[in-house]
Structures are given as C-alpha cells and as structure tokens.
C-alpha cells in the first residue's frame, strides 16, 4: 500500500509540474502571482484534439481559456459583406499561447475562429477559475495578444490581397504552361531527356 501511494504521489507530482510549467511558459501572465499561478496550474483538464478541429468558433461565448503545450492553432475571420460565408486566415499561435486568451483581459466573446492545424494538446482552465483568481488584475496591458483583433476593414483588405496574390500566381502559371508549351516542354521531363528525345527525332528525320 505504501508503494502504491507512493507511485500515486509521485505521479501527481510529475502532472502537477508538467501544468506549471504550461501556465510559466504564457507571456500574458509573467507578471502574475504565483499563488495565481499555481491555482490555474491545479484546475488544468488535458484535451487532445485532431487537425482541423474548431476549437474556439467566432461569436461564440468564451467559458474557458486554452494553454497550448503542443501543436498550432490557425485563427480565422469572417470576411464580411460578402455574398457566401467566407474566413481568411489572420494568424497563428502555438506552444507558449493561448487560446481564448482575451478572456484573461475581461472580453467574453470570441472575435475569431480558431482551428487546430495539427494535432494539438491544451490545458484548459475554466471561466470559473479565472475569475475567481482574478487573473485580469495580473495580466500586462502592454503586453501585446498573441493575435491582432483586426477590424472589419482590416479583414476585407486582407482577403483583397489573398485574391490578389491567387490571382497573380494563376498569371504566372498560365505565362509557364505557354511558354513551356511553345518550346516543347513536357513538366516534369528534364532538360536533358528532352534534349536527346530531339536528337532522336533529328536523327530518324
């Protein structure tokens, strides 16, 4: 029984460490307590979730806060007045961030999607315990969001430029094909395989 409680203990200790280490390594909260830090590190429930997972969906009511310890979370907004429902990607965060991080600083709805890139693992501390600990009185107003709110004007012209940019690289590719084409280029066929397929043909001429 001793042995058994001593694994148990041992265990406890090794997880408990592991969540420290999580909450320590957020920017957001360097300057917060570590009577704090240590309430948020005890109340971390673990979830693994697989790549393209929405873990945040823009709008909706923030109830918790999400440490990443591995993976990466893509951010997306929707690009309003526009005649389909459509997101641009405005950034990421991974190891170190946070998702649903403005809840820490007193916002409660989710301005943007967040999507799992990866495989990601997260400690999630609840609504509940943030409050109560007070972390908002912690967190460093100068310290900048791991992700830009953008505003609506922002996103629009971001996704300008993505159109932009796809468009541009659709020119590009439709110039090689004819150029390629004109010269008797096959992709994908070397440079050098071509050119003894046309001494070949030379020859047989």
């Given at each position: 029984i001793?042995?058994?409680?001593?694994v148990?203990?041992?265990?406890q200790s090794?997880t408990?460490?592991?969540?420290?280490?999580?909450?320590?390594s957020?920017?957001l909260?360097k300057s917060?307590s570590?009577s704090?830090?240590s309430?948020?590190a005890?109340?971390?429930?673990?979830?693994?979730?697989?790549?393209?997972?929405?873990v945040?969906?823009?709008g909706?009511?923030?109830d918790?806060?999400?440490?990443?310890q591995?993976g990466?979370?893509?951010?997306y907004?929707?690009?309003?007045?526009?005649?389909?429902s459509?997101q641009?990607?405005?950034?990421?965060?991974?190891?170190?961030?946070?998702v649903?991080?403005?809840?820490?600083?007193g916002?409660?709805?989710?301005?943007?999607?967040a999507?799992?890139?990866?495989?990601v693992?997260?400690?999630w501390v609840s609504?509940?315990?943030?409050?109560v600990?007070?972390v908002?009185?912690h967190?460093?107003?100068?310290?900048?969001?791991?992700?830009?709110?953008l505003?609506?004007?922002?996103?629009?012209?971001?996704?300008?430029?993505?159109?932009?940019d796809?468009?541009?690289?659709?020119?590009?590719?439709?110039?090689m094909?004819?150029?390629?084409t004109?010269?008797?280029i096959t992709?994908?066929l070397?440079k050098?395989k071509h050119?003894?397929?046309?001494?070949?043909?030379?020859?047989?001429?």
């Open positions: 001793f042995d058994y409680e001593r148990c203990q041992n265990y090794s408990l460490g592991e969540k420290q280490n999580l909450i320590n957020c920017p909260l917060t570590p704090v830090l309430k948020l005890e109340a971390i429930k673990w979830e693994t979730l697989a790549g393209g997972t929405t945040l969906k823009e909706q009511t923030i918790r806060v999400g440490f990443i591995q990466k979370c893509l951010a907004a929707k690009v309003p007045n526009v005649p389909k459509v641009v990607c405005i950034g990421e965060v991974g190891p170190g961030c946070c649903g991080e403005l809840f820490l600083r916002q409660e709805t989710q301005p943007f999607s999507v799992a890139a990866s495989r693992r997260v400690g609504g509940t315990v943030v409050r600990s007070e908002e009185k967190i460093l107003s100068d310290k900048p969001l791991a992700i830009t709110v505003t609506q004007e922002e996103i629009r012209q971001k996704y300008a430029n993505k159109l932009k796809r468009h541009w690289s659709k020119i590009k590719h439709d110039i094909e004819e150029v390629m004109e010269r008797g992709p994908g070397s050098w050119a003894q397929s046309s001494d070949a043909n030379s020859q047989s001429g």
